[in-house]
């Protein structure tokens, strides 16, 4: 049976000191592994530029129909990017609207390197 990763709080953008800085510790590295983990889907990059460029909250169909894929395979990795931090979700009716939270990826990308943005 395989091991089973840690459950950590992802709802918050990232908050440590960049990797840089000093030696990680390990909570920190495992948080930012996550984070990484969840981004590190060709379709979920996709789904993370379509979100940053529509100008709108969009919908789980419109996404599929970009991407090609089913609704259900959308919403899994709109699951995991939520779990990471990366997405918010709003049911309105009964269509879910997705929103990329640029915080959380600016605040990855501050404790990946402090000097990119």
């Known amino acids: ?62 996404l599929a129909a970009a991407v090609g894929l089913a609704e259900s395979t959308v919403s899994h990795h709109l699951g995991q990017l939520r779990s990471a931090g990366f997405v918010t979700s709003e049911r309105q009716g009964m269509n879910v609207h997705h929103t990329p939270r640029r915080d959380a990826l600016a605040a990855l990308c501050r404790v990946l390197d402090p000097n990119c943005c």
Not at 43 to 56: D, P, Q
């Open 1 to 62: 049976m395989p091991k089973a990763l840690p459950v950590i709080d992802m709802s918050e953008p990232l908050c440590c000191a960049p990797v840089a800085a000093s030696p990680t510790g390990d909570d920190a590295a495992l948080d930012v592994a996550m984070r990484l983990k969840a981004l590190a889907d060709p379709a979920r990059v996709k789904l993370m530029s379509l979100l940053f460029t529509c100008g709108e909250p969009c919908t789980t169909g419109s």
